[in-house]
């Protein structure tokens, strides 16, 4: 079994499938629809579903028929047996017997460039049948307009289309169309030159008679190289054509070496006819189920239909060049499944044109769920180039930023200067330009979702908001855009009820100049939380974060709409000059029942000299209501914890800013200060034990210690002394310097 194979049949393993859509979107990801619907992997596939289907005790063959039919909607062949569709042979023209064979050099420069585009230009050996079908689709439009334009051509009622025939036994492809034709002059002009393009030619000459209409956006080829690709899996190629407006049939044969050869043909139909005598290595592309993956993934949306053996394979149409208004619901959902390789309903769909900087269609789909939270590795784009409906490149790359992996669709230009290969884009700049279009595009559209279809949008970013996230890291260019579909809880709205940033800024009183946040595991810890008692007694909303990569976020995104974001931690936090002044006259009428300034002086140095280096500094603090303390960073708070995440799964700290100690924050008017300040003088050790425990709780709170098993010790200690025990010095204590404070053993307390 393969290693896919063996990924996907342990994967299943943890799903109960009574959700057909779950075990479907597996298969489409893991693109198990290319196993034959026999396979063991089907079978195991519906034993996962039996419980749902009620179909206990199946014989593994009818196991394998009805997942057969779960996932692939077709019969199992090798249980029920349907009668085959006829395969067309094909007999093709031959050379006419006693005629004249008229022999041609290839000229020098020719052969030189004969060599590159057979054996350098293309990556990969099946874009010879892209290049040759799109060349059939042009002769197919050439005939068209000029039939429009009132031309007389043989064979008027022969139905545009393209052919191609297989032959396994004699080691052959062949690719016939009954389009315009080419004349014996038009062989020799278009066959025997490297780079002229015959498309390109006609298009000229139809521009300059004023009749080109769209036939610009219709026709592929632009170099005039792409015939050529054919030498890539052939030996020897014969292409027998019939003009549009000539009696005679012609054959050119050639074995990409040093000449052709153009011969009087036997009479065949209108149009051309190229057959492939394929070298030993290549012969699967003589075979039917090879020749119709190719043709499904680079050319299946020619505008014409592709015939295999007399079965079209083409059906589904390129539905993102349709009118909208012409596209019903069934054809949408049709096309997704067939790009997104899923079963499931999407989400969202977005169809769209754009005209400036570049003429494009595009067609996007968000679907109902994302695989990466299942631990399934990272999702590849989505998104495919075609460039008049032909595939340029799959699941390409540089078309969309990488966080919208998410979407599927196509993108697709007559304008895009593409290379000599036409596997990718030439040009850099306008490939930025593209996707700046289309990523502002969707953003936009998210936004509207967002504001208008609140529900949907929810559903949307319950399950894809992780993607939203690392854009606003990632993606400076758009990060105001990201930040704005982004969605919190906030203290103003109930529980598991979002808010956007657009919202929050709205409700903010006009004198408020940041936007407070809080990252924190759990609501109810929030509430809690003593960094956020303050804000709660002035009525002061915070958002509400619960995961820690949204100290990220909020970092790079820094500011909205002109309001910077602050954690509520930071120890910086500028509150209001009115604010400022009634914490001052709170905190005058407080002294009589809390510390005077001069005690809560001397309590902040002696807990300073206590704590040692583990802390900056302690200070006084009146932004405190029912808490005795807290820890807050110069810093920031969220990048402490994302270190200490760093370093958890690195083990190291290499090239990360070196974190500085924290502050404490003391609350002088908490009972808790009031008595540690009473009993330092009195009973020093068992002060200092508070203090440890103290600035250990803060650290707590903020989600910044370590080990809490640390704290046992101590804890084990004071409880002692509460309960009226021997209180001992832990050993674990070492902020009390020998020549300070205290040295002698510690009687009972």
Partial sequence: MSFRSRAFNTLVKGFRANSRLAVRRLAGNYNCYRLAPSSN????????????????????????KMASEMLFNEKDE???????EKKVEFVPPKKEEGATEEKHEFQAETKQLLDIVTNSIYTDKEVFLRELISN??????KLRHEQVSGMAVNDKDLPLEIRIYTDEKNGTITIQDTGIGMTKKEMEENLGVIARSGSKAFLKKATDEGKAGDLGSSLIGHFGVGFYAAFM?????????HSATDDTTYCWSSEGTGDYQITKSTESPRGTTIVLHLKEDQKKYALDQTVQRVIKKYSNFVNHPIRLNGKEVNTVHAIWAMDKNSITEQQYLDFYHFIGQGWDTPLFRLHFTADAPITLKALFYVGSMQTEKMGLGRMEPGVSLYSRKILIEPHSKNLLPDWMRFVYGVVDSDDIPLSLSRENMQDSLLVKRIRKILTKKFLRFLSDKSKKERDQYLTFYKEFNAFLKEGVIQDYDNRQDLASVLMFESSSKDEKELTTLDEYVSRMPADQKDIYFLNISSRDLAESSPYYEVFKKKNLEVLFLYNPVDDFVMTNVREFKGKKFVSVENASIDLSAEDKKQEEKEGEAAQTTGLNEQQAAELVSWMKTSLGEKVKDVKVTHRLVESPAIVTDSNNAGYRRMVKMMQAARGD????????PLVLEVNPHHPLLMKLNEVKTVKPLLAQCLTEQLYDNCLVSAG?????????????NLLLAALGGEFKLPQEVVSIKKDEVITETPKSN
């Avoid at 090798?78 to 085959?84: A, D, L, S």
């Avoid at 910044?704 to 084990?716: A, Q, V, Y």
């Fill in 41 to 64: 992997v089907c079978a195991m596939l519906f034993s996962t579903a039996a419980d749902d289907e009620k179909k206990e005790g199946l014989s593994p063959e009818e196991a394998k």
């Fill in 78 to 84: 090798g249980n029920e047996k349907k009668e085959e």
């Fill in 136 to 141: 059939a689709s042009d002769a197919l439009e």
């Fill in 233 to 241: 899996v052939a030996d020897h190629v014969d292409v027998y054509s």
């Fill in 653 to 660: 700290l290499k090239g990360l800013m070196p974190l500085e």
């Fill in 704 to 716: 910044l210690l370590d080990d809490p098993r640390t704290m046992i010790p101590r804890l084990n």
